[in-house]
């Protein structure tokens, strides 16, 4: 008999990918430029030149083997040579190249770390919003996903409901700062305080407790807003990476997994990561992409882009009398939706021709996400279609 868990998963696609795929089914309806589509993090900003000349460069300059050839199972120790002393140079965190393995995304970084450090019946945190796959990724490395609800407002962790939800079968906590849908960062004086709150759990219940730090919008943070690294402030923290968001590659998919040097037993731990890669087939991330990146450390897409995207649309919803958090970092503005009902607002929206996420995908109820990593031209060709949607609210 087939595995009905994956049916389920294979049929019932994720409210994103409905409704990009709904955008497309419109756009061929009634035409491209009429339907705003803001479903996902799809960045629009192209690569840095730099990319292209640099696999252009590999390409004529390469041996074929090399270029097309399998990596070392973990990944080419060049590349993971150069992240190293990258991460090393830019956050002085004193990590060696062993501690590092590539990935196909940060999808397969998230999948293997959670296959390594959770065994069935285990659980894991996740602070909502989230990004919805993480519950997918938990449940399928066999882990309970256990949701506490972020502080209102600025979407810090609420230390009060996170105690409440903390249990003898933890294991993990997954962190993404900057967050998708919210934008909003994690302070370093929220990280302190969560590295004092796990670090006493390890002594109650004697034994390690991982926080993973998922990380793919880790350069795109704006109005000179200072990054917190929480490998910086819990030693047990394995960083799940992708160059999908920083470099504008989310198709080619390629990122890596950092396990912190201070981890406790971490030669041990980065052992498991390798095998649970290993079970699930994900060993040798893409040659030629592993070597784009190890020649790209650094670069980053255009992201003065986002930001006047972000003024642009923040500035107009507010004034069109809709509530936002204005975002620290990523591509993302969470609006509260006036009915108290985020899927209400997401079908209201359709009638503008608007396509924006319900915050019900990312475990909260009362909110949209828009995706603002489109072109400038779209934002503003969609602003009639925002007022008018505020209209029908009465704002």
Same mark, same amino acid.
């Given at each position: 008999?087939?595995?009905?868990?994956?049916?389920?998963?294979?049929?019932?696609?994720?409210?994103?990918?409905?409704?990009?795929?709904?955008?497309?089914?419109?756009?061929?309806e009634i035409g491209e430029?009429?339907?705003?589509?803001?479903?996902?993090?799809?960045?629009?900003?192209?690569?840095?030149?730099?990319?292209?000349?640099?696999?252009?460069?590999?390409?004529?300059?390469?041996?074929? /083997?090399?270029?097309?050839?399998?990596?070392?199972?973990?990944?080419?120790?060049?590349?993971?040579?150069?992240?190293?002393?990258?991460?090393?140079?830019?956050?002085?965190?004193?990590?060696?190249?062993?501690?590092?393995?590539?990935?196909?995304?940060?999808?397969?970084?998230?999948?293997? =770390?959670?296959?390594?450090?959770?065994?069935?019946?285990?659980?894991?945190?996740?602070?909502?919003?989230?990004?919805?796959?993480?519950?997918?990724?938990?449940?399928?490395?066999?882990?309970? $996903?256990?949701?506490?609800?972020?502080?209102?407002g600025d979407f810090q962790?609420?230390?009060?409901?996170?105690?409440?939800?903390?249990?003898?079968?933890?294991?993990?906590?997954?962190?993404?700062?900057?967050?998708?849908?919210?934008?909003?960062?994690?302070?370093?004086?929220?990280? !302190?305080?969560?590295?004092?709150?796990?670090?006493?759990?390890?002594?109650?219940?004697?034994?390690?407790?991982?926080?993973?730090?998922?990380?793919?919008?880790?350069?795109?943070?704006? !109005?000179?807003?200072?990054?917190?690294?929480?490998?910086?402030?819990?030693?047990?923290?394995?960083?799940?990476?992708?160059?999908?968001?920083?470099?504008?590659?989310?198709?080619?998919?390629?990122?890596?997994?950092?396990?912190?040097?201070?981890?406790?037993?971490?030669?041990?731990?980065?052992?498991?990561? $390798?095998?649970?890669?290993?079970?699930?087939?994900?060993?040798?991330?893409? /040659?030629?992409?592993?070597?784009?990146?190890?020649?790209?450390?650094?670069?980053? =897409?255009?992201?003065?882009?986002?930001?006047?995207?972000?003024?642009?649309?923040?500035? /107009?919803?507010?004034?069109?009398?809709?509530? /936002?958090?204005?975002? !620290?970092?990523?591509?993302?503005?969470?609006?509260?939706?006036?009915?108290?009902?985020?899927?209400?607002?997401?079908?209201?929206?359709?009638?503008?021709?608007?396509?924006?996420?319900?915050? !019900?995908?990312?475990?909260?109820?009362?909110?949209?996400?828009?995706?603002? $990593?489109?072109?400038?031209?779209?934002?503003?060709?969609?602003?009639?279609?925002?007022?008018?949607?505020?209209?029908?609210?009465?704002?």
């Amino acid at each position: 008999m087939i595995n009905q868990q994956m049916t389920q998963l294979g049929e019932n696609s994720s409210v994103i990918r409905e409704l990009f795929e709904y955008g497309k089914k419109r756009k061929a309806e009634i035409g491209e430029d009429k339907v705003y589509d803001f479903s996902i993090g799809n960045p629009n900003v192209p690569c840095p030149q730099e990319i292209t000349d640099i696999m252009l460069r590999l390409i004529s300059e390469t041996e074929a /083997a090399a270029l097309h050839g399998y990596t070392s199972a973990v990944g080419d120790n060049g590349t993971r040579q150069a992240i190293a002393a990258y991460m090393n140079e830019k956050y002085d965190i004193g990590v060696d190249f062993t501690d590092i393995y590539m990935t196909v995304g940060a999808a397969a970084s998230l999948t293997i =770390s959670l296959r390594a450090i959770t065994n069935p019946g285990e659980e894991v945190i996740v602070f909502t919003p989230y990004f919805p796959e993480y519950k997918v990724f938990i449940e399928n490395a066999g882990a309970v $996903c256990v949701e506490v609800p972020a502080r209102a407002g600025d979407f810090q962790i609420d230390f009060e409901k996170l105690e409440n939800a903390f249990s003898e079968k933890t294991a993990a906590i997954i962190v993404n700062s900057p967050n998708n849908p919210t934008g909003a960062m994690l302070t370093a004086e929220t990280l !302190d305080e969560l590295a004092a709150f796990l670090k006493a759990k390890e002594v109650q219940y004697g034994k390690e407790i991982y926080l993973i730090s998922d990380e793919p919008y880790r350069e795109l943070v704006y !109005d000179g807003v200072q990054l917190a690294l929480p490998v910086k402030h819990y030693d047990n923290t394995i960083i799940c990476y992708s160059y999908s968001k920083s470099l504008s590659l989310p198709g080619e998919r390629i990122g890596y997994i950092m396990v912190s040097p201070k981890m406790a037993g971490r030669k041990k731990v980065f052992a498991t990561i $390798c095998g649970a890669g290993r079970s699930l087939g994900f060993v040798c991330a893409p /040659a030629l992409m592993q070597l784009v990146v190890g020649q790209a450390q650094g670069l980053t =897409s255009d992201i003065s882009a986002y930001a006047e995207n972000r003024a642009i649309i923040y500035n /107009a919803l507010t004034e069109y009398g809709f509530e /936002a958090v204005k975002p !620290d970092g990523a591509f993302y503005l969470f609006v509260k939706s006036p009915s108290g009902d985020g899927g209400e607002m997401s079908e209201r929206a359709k009638q503008q021709e608007l396509l924006l996420v319900p915050s !019900d995908s990312f475990g909260m109820e009362g909110y949209v996400r828009i995706s603002y $990593c489109v072109s400038k031209k779209q934002i503003e060709d969609s602003l009639p279609a925002f007022r008018a949607l505020a209209e029908s609210y009465g704002l």
